[in-house]
């Protein structure tokens, strides 16, 4: 069936809602480290921000809005759960515990990749539009013909959506019952194209005629996201097949930091969301159910100042890589080719001498 | 104390170069880390720069509208040197470890983290030589903003540079601050004091300045053509002299408009807003461009092609302290009633506070302009360039009007349009004006139907 309903737990002034299926399991402690995730994601982003307009980075793709979307889902996975993310899932990249100045390491430009994925079960960020969509396919299809308990989940946007390498990982995950849940972060515009003009329905619409089932969550609730990405994990580990959930949310920013989203969408709109905040909607429950003071709300954004700080001075002393170590890791296994390369770069004496 | 450049970036994938837009700091200010210092204009987007350092700011390497290479200077900066900082942690930092623990409760933490853990608490320690530097610079900064008036950093800058104490400036903005217009008023006003006791005539405002009065001024003044001045004559003389210009009137009784507006203000809901006979005939000819879009075209003289635009960017002209600038209101076709009072109340503020981006000043399509205000029935505008439509709505006055064969009170207005006559003629413009005229008329099924 196709649900017709927002999903929703978390109105935007903080109030529960009821819902006939789905119902917070989280504790006021839980709550608030999910709140400390967001406050220090958004925290952290907005240093990444800065320190690409101050010429530290080449270039920076901000989460700002869609932090609810993305530790919700991000909490919801279990340690051997695999996750596939495009450039935009630094919520989700800080949910594995994967290292901020490593975040950026691919940003700077001094790294292709910036962590291990087999450390933090995380893959590196993929940049060419819902490639990882397939990657994440492939994946779990290996997890099922290994017989291992593990979910695979991957992150896109509205976008994507409509990129043929997503739609046709929807007919592998379908035809093969693939143990993947896929992120659409519907953050309304895909780049400076509304979402509503790439998707006559919506887009979780579309899991329909694909054969599996899709659900549009309010992406700015992180209660909702949580206890949905949960379930639909859990269904996936107990062989019950791929899901897709649309998390309807906002780019409150640019694209990323080469656009300027004032040239396309209105400020009313922006307004509009502004009041649809996930960060803020947190700490009204929290201040109001579980009677959180001040000091604990001040405490966790001195921690996020202290984390901003710190992402600085580890971008600052990043240093370029040796021109000659892009040839290190083209093939895993020594290619006749790539080393023809190597030895004529490292005649012409443009990098360190470096075997 | 040292000296640190900071070297315009490329803020956006191969740019070379960019255009000083606004500056947010003056030579002599205290900036922290990360204070926005500059809005620069690139090929691609208006972005502002933050400041990579904390220290006081000794040069700007260029004025507004300049153009600067990606990698020359941009500003010179002194800054407290990282060695001489005292090695005292910052309040922020002692709360961290204990935040850190509570990671022990979360759901869903990949198996990496209790070995990254250490990791990023030894990384912790090393914060604090770096974020002393910023605290040494605070107190000194403190100082200085409890001494002076408040203000913005434009103000600052703009009062400076025309010598104008802030001391002795009395502020009108938001909670006492001193605004620009504050500043002009006092550089009239000293003006005005020098001849008071001559004179008891007043100043009067022209292309964003107060004129002496006419027995004291000068027997001729001259003004530079810059800033608004520059970019009104331009627009005018490139429009005046390349479209051809006719006009259409219409007189409407707008009383149910009048009504309806008295009703709406009425309503608990609607009560922030400023609804004006303004946001009705914006909603109507957006409302009639999406009926006759021929009316929302341009004549592309270089092509050789006109372009019909199926969406409205309705420029609202506005009379600023700075004299007069038309932004726009982008895809004013997709506002209702409320919509379209919050966009223009926010363009009119923005325009009045000088704080108009300038991505709103580009990409009009239709404009309006209410020169009802200034108690006159109507005007001939000139379409700003690249449009084909221009609405002037004249003021609204009760005067006698005919219903069935008698002579009533009635609220009337008097709309004109100006249209490029080179792509529209007059049949389509009068369908236009009689489309806004209708909905004026008897605006409550149509803003229902919509």
């Given at each position: 069936m196709i649900g017709e309903e927002l999903i929703q737990l978390l109105t935007p002034e903080g109030q529960r809602v009821h819902h006939p299926e789905y119902e917070s399991s989280l504790s006021g402690e839980e709550i608030f480290s999910f709140y400390r995730d967001m406050v220090i994601i958004r925290r952290l982003c907005n240093e990444a921000t800065s320190l690409q307009r101050q010429g530290q980075l080449a270039l920076w793709a901000p989460l700002q809005g869609q932090e609810a979307a993305q530790i919700g889902a991000g909490r919801a996975l279990e340690p051997n759960d695999f996750t596939f993310p495009s450039y935009r899932e630094h919520g989700i990249a800080w949910t594995r515990g994967v290292p901020p100045a490593d975040m950026l390491r691919i940003f700077r430009a001094t790294?292709?990749?910036?962590?291990d994925p087999q450390r933090y079960r995380h893959s590196v960020p993929t940049v060419v539009l819902g490639n990882q969509a397939l990657h994440a396919v492939g994946y779990a299809m290996g997890v099922q013909r290994d017989g291992a308990e593990e979910a695979v989940m991957t992150f896109f946007g509205d976008g994507a959506s409509s990129q043929g390498d997503v739609l046709e990982s929807f007919v592998w995950a379908a035809s093969f019952n693939a143990p993947v849940v896929f992120i659409l972060q519907n953050n309304q515009w895909a780049i400076s194209e509304p979402s509503t003009l790439q998707a006559k329905i919506p887009l979780y619409h579309r899991a329909h005629g694909f054969g599996f089932p899709g659900f549009r969550v309010d992406g700015n609730d992180v209660l909702a996201m949580y206890e949905v990405t949960r379930r639909a994990l859990e269904n996936a580990r107990a062989g019950g097949g791929p899901t897709l959930i649309e998390a309807y949310t906002y780019r409150m920013g640019a694209h990323t930091t080469s656009d300027d989203p004032t040239r396309y969408r209105i400020d009313a709109e922006v307004e509009m969301w502004k009041h649809r905040d996930p960060v803020e909607r947190t700490k009204a429950l929290l201040a109001r159910e579980f009677k959180v003071k001040r000091p604990a709300f001040d405490e966790v954004a001195a921690e996020a100042e202290t984390l901003a700080l710190q992402l600085r001075d580890d971008v600052l002393a990043m240093d370029a890589p040796d021109p000659i170590t892009m040839f290190d890791h083209a093939y895993a296994e020594s290619h006749p080719l790539v080393e023809e390369g190597r030895r004529e770069m490292m005649e012409l004496g443009v990098s360190g001498a470096r075997s | 104390m040292s000296a640190r450049d900071f070297l315009l970036p490329d803020?956006?994938?191969?740019?070379?170069e960019a255009e000083i837009v606004e500056w947010k700091v003056a030579v002599g200010e205290v900036v922290v880390l990360n204070q926005a210092l500059v809005d620069i204009e690139t090929a691609k987007a208006v972005v502002e720069l933050p400041s990579p350092f904390a220290g006081v700011v000794t040069t700007l390497h260029a004025g507004v509208g300049d153009t600067i290479e990606v990698g020359k200077p941009l500003i010179t900066f002194e800054v407290v040197d990282e060695a001489n900082a005292p090695v005292e942690s910052a309040p922020a930092v002692a709360s961290a470890p204990g935040a850190l623990e509570r990671t022990a409760v979360l759901v869903g933490y990949g198996v990496a983290n209790e070995d990254s853990a250490p990791t990023r608490r030894h990384r912790r320690q090393n914060v604090a030589s770096t974020s002393t530097s910023t605290s040494a610079i605070a107190p000194e900064e403190e100082t200085v903003v409890a001494l002076a008036p408040r203000s913005t950093p434009p103000v600052r800058w703009y009062a400076k540079q025309h010598g104008?104490?802030?001391?002795t400036v009395r502020g009108t903005g938001r909670e006492g601050t001193i605004t620009r217009a504050d500043v002009d008023a006092a550089r009239g006003g000293s003006k005005v004091t020098a001849v008071a006791s001559a004179t008891s005539g007043g100043t009067s405002r022209f292309i964003g300045r107060d004129l002496a009065p006419w027995e004291s001024g000068q027997a001729e003044e001259r003004i530079p053509v810059k800033g608004v001045l520059k970019s009104m004559s331009e627009a005018m003389t490139q429009s005046a002299f390349s479209a051809p210009h006719a006009v259409v009137w219409l007189r409407v009784d707008a009383t149910r408009t009048v009504d309806l507006l008295a009703s709406l203000r009425q309503r608990p809901a609607l009560s922030g807003l400023r609804l004006s006979p303004l946001t009705i005939v914006a909603l109507a000819l957006c409302d009639a461009a999406r009926r006759f879009p021929g009316i929302n075209s341009s004549f592309d003289t270089a092509a050789n092609e006109v372009i019909v635009r199926r969406r409205v960017n309705l420029g609202i002209a506005a009379n600023t302290p700075r004299g007069l600038i038309v932004p726009n209101i982008k895809a004013a076709d997709q506002l209702d009633l409320v919509g379209m009072a919050g966009a223009i109340n926010a363009l009119v503020d923005r325009a009045r506070e000088n704080t108009t981006p300038p991505a709103e000043m580009v990409g009009t399509t239709l404009t309006i302009t209410n020169v009802g205000p200034f108690g006159v029935d109507g005007a001939m505008p000139i379409l700003p360039p690249g449009t084909g439509a221009i609405m002037a709505v004249g003021q609204l006055a009760k005067a006698p009007w005919v219903v069935d064969d008698a002579v009533v009170v009635r609220h009337v207005v008097e709309l004109s349009m100006s249209f490029d006559h080179r792509q529209i003629d007059g049949a389509l413009a009068s369908q236009v004006i009689a489309h806004v005229g209708e909905f004026l008329r008897d605006p409550a099924p149509v803003l229902i139907a919509g």
């Open positions: 790294t292709n990749g910036g962590w | 803020v956006g994938e191969g740019l070379v104008v104490d802030l001391a």
